[in-house]
């Protein structure tokens, strides 16, 4: 399970270090693909397998499924860690994420999401957890 929050930056090139305790259960190759929200989301080789096994088994007769299942197959990319623990996160990745340079890692149970620094602060600001809670509680879930 993925947990935590680190902050880090893009280099020029696109490179991004991948904080240790996430690249421990990473590996060495996962994916990154677009994710809800304005972020990416990242994912261990088998936790994608079991999500993209879900994606392909979406009725392709509904338009909405289709679309769905677009959004994060055609975003999604094979990444390796370099010696250094560092990515190349494709320019399209990171032109749809918004990352320039400051980034958070975040992560959220079964995957890591990559946020520019201010749409993460943004996102945050504009949060009520009061109302998230009762939806949530609403969902089955109780603390």
Request: charged share 25%; proline share 2%.
């Amino acid at each position: 399970m993925f947990m935590s929050e680190y902050n880090h930056t893009v280099d020029t090139k696109g490179r991004l270090i991948v904080p240790s305790k996430f690249r421990e259960q990473l590996g060495d190759e996962f994916v990154v693909t677009k994710g809800m929200d304005g972020c990416l989301f990242v994912y261990a080789n088998d936790d994608w397998n079991a999500f993209e096994q879900k994606l392909t088994s979406l009725p392709l007769i509904n338009k909405e499924a289709r679309k769905f299942a677009r959004f994060f197959l055609a975003g999604a990319a094979q990444v390796e860690v370099d010696k250094q623990g560092r990515i190349l996160l494709p320019a399209n990745l990171r032109q749809f994420a918004g990352l320039e340079k400051d980034v958070v890692l975040v992560g959220v149970g079964s995957r890591i999401e990559i946020w520019s620094r201010e749409n993460w602060e943004n996102m945050d600001a504009d949060s009520d957890m009061d109302d998230i809670a009762a939806t949530m509680e609403s969902l089955g879930l109780t603390i």
